[in-house]
Each structure stands twice: as structure tokens, then as C-alpha cells.
């Protein structure tokens, strides 16, 4: 049995400080605004599949956070990545475009005043770099 999966995408550069601060952002919205609109199995893919028994299938060989893959990116591009998200996207349907218009807006804001850039910086041309780290788990029948 192979189960591969992957973490949220996250900004790493263009510097350590800002893409901490533009992870939190992340975060917020993952967590605070589009939590409510999660399926409960989100949190199995959220915790890399730990909380699934084993079944008849041993030894479960994991591998956390050491594959992944960078890209250069736009702050457009994490924007929508965040808008693909079902949770996101369950949000919007409830709260009605504006309200998601107005998170994304927002989250852009506070993305460029911890990249130091001036708010009238399309998103497009702001340059990120995002990581995604990918997880597996290898196990067999005995």
C-alpha cells in the first residue's frame, strides 16, 4: 500500500521573516475563516494520515517534510491557491462573493506590508517562493 499526500503550499522567500509572517496569514484563513467550512476528514490529511490504524497492513514506513518542491511564484499565485481550497471555496458559497473578495484583499494588504512593498504593488508582480512538502506512507500485507 502507497498513500502519498501533500502539506499546504507555503512562502519561503523572497525572506525568512516575511514568509514567516505571510505563513501566519495563511494560517488565519485556513484556520479562523475557513475552518468552519472543512469536512472532518480534512483534519486526516492535515495530520499526514498519523490517526489511521495501520489495518492489516505492517510496518507503515513514513516520510514527513523531507520531499518537496519550490516554485517561483506571484503573490497572485498563492492568492488563488488559497481561493482553490474547498474549504475556501465552501466559504464563498455561504458568505457570498464579497466576503471572500474582501479575505483575499485583505490577506494581499498584509502580505505586501511584511514584504515592505507599496500597497499600490499589483500582487502579479510580487515575487514569492512556495514550498509544498509532500508525505508517503509504504506499507505491505504481512
Known amino acids: ?3 502519498y499526500g501533500y502539506h499546504l503550499t ?8 516575511a514568509a ?8 488565519k484563513i485556513f484556520k479562523e475563516i475557513t475552518g468552519p467550512y472543512w469536512t472532518p476528514e480534512r483534519k486526516l ?7 489511521i490504524p495501520p489495518g492489516p497492513y505492517s510496518p507503515v514506513e513514513r516520510s514527513d517534510w523531507q520531499h518537496y518542491t519550490e516554485i517561483q511564484a506571484s503573490l497572485s499565485d498563492l492568492s488563488g491557491y488559497i481561493q482553490t481550497w474547498s474549504g475556501f471555496q465552501k466559504f464563498q458559497q455561504v458568505k457570498g462573493d ?6 483575499i484583499q485583505d490577506f494581499e494588504l ?3 506590508e511584511a ?6 504593488t499589483e500582487p502579479s508582480q510580487i515575487s514569492l517562493v512556495l ?6 506512507l509504504l506499507a505491505r500485507k504481512p
Open 45 to 51: 490529511v492535515d495530520e499526514a494520515y498519523k490517526g
Open 10 to 17: 507555503e512562502p519561503v522567500g523572497p525572506n525568512t521573516q
Open 110 to 112: 498584509r502580505c505586501k
Open 98 to 103: 464579497k466576503a471572500a473578495h474582501a479575505v
Open 115 to 120: 514584504l515592505e512593498v507599496p500597497e499600490a
Open 1 to 3: 500500500l502507497a498513500i
Open 131 to 136: 514550498r509544498t512538502h509532500y508525505f508517503s
Open 20 to 27: 514567516a509572517k505571510i505563513k501566519a496569514l495563511r494560517d
